[in-house]
Nanobody
């Protein structure tokens, strides 16, 4: 299984970025895909997740209404569209995948596969 994250970079507050996570090696049934972020010295924080099969989504409260997680079945790619960026969104963003056993999970340790991370920096 490989997850290749891309799309990070530098944005001004109020700006937008779109992260991509290209997935391969997964059997795309009952797979959940998630985005997490991490600041140095802090725990990895849940951002958003979606069910590949059912299309349901969930977000952490701090990004609701600003971020949108979506997927492209043909490209086996998950996206995180980030609008209205704030300096506190600055972090390394990771995509993750797991085979579903329960509902969508917000817990990093429940995800089995991880991408390499992409840096997002938002300036004020």
């Amino acid at each position: 299984v490989q997850l290749q994250a891309s799309g990070g970079g530098l944005a001004q507050a109020g700006g937008s970025l779109r992260l991509s996570c290209a997935a391969s090696g997964l059997t795309f049934r009952n797979v959940d895909m998630g985005w997490f972020r991490q600041d140095p010295g802090k725990e990895r924080e849940f951002v958003a997740a979606t069910s590949w099969t059912f299309g349901v989504t969930t977000y952490t409260d701090s990004v609701k209404g600003r971020f949108t997680i979506s997927r492209d079945n043909a490209k086996t790619t998950v996206y995180l569209q980030m609008n209205g960026l704030k300096p506190e969104d600055t972090a390394v963003y990771y995509c993750a995948a797991r085979y579903r056993t329960t509902g969508l999970s917000r817990t990093a340790r429940s995800y089995d596969y991880w991408g390499q991370g992409t840096q997002v920096t938002v300036s004020s």
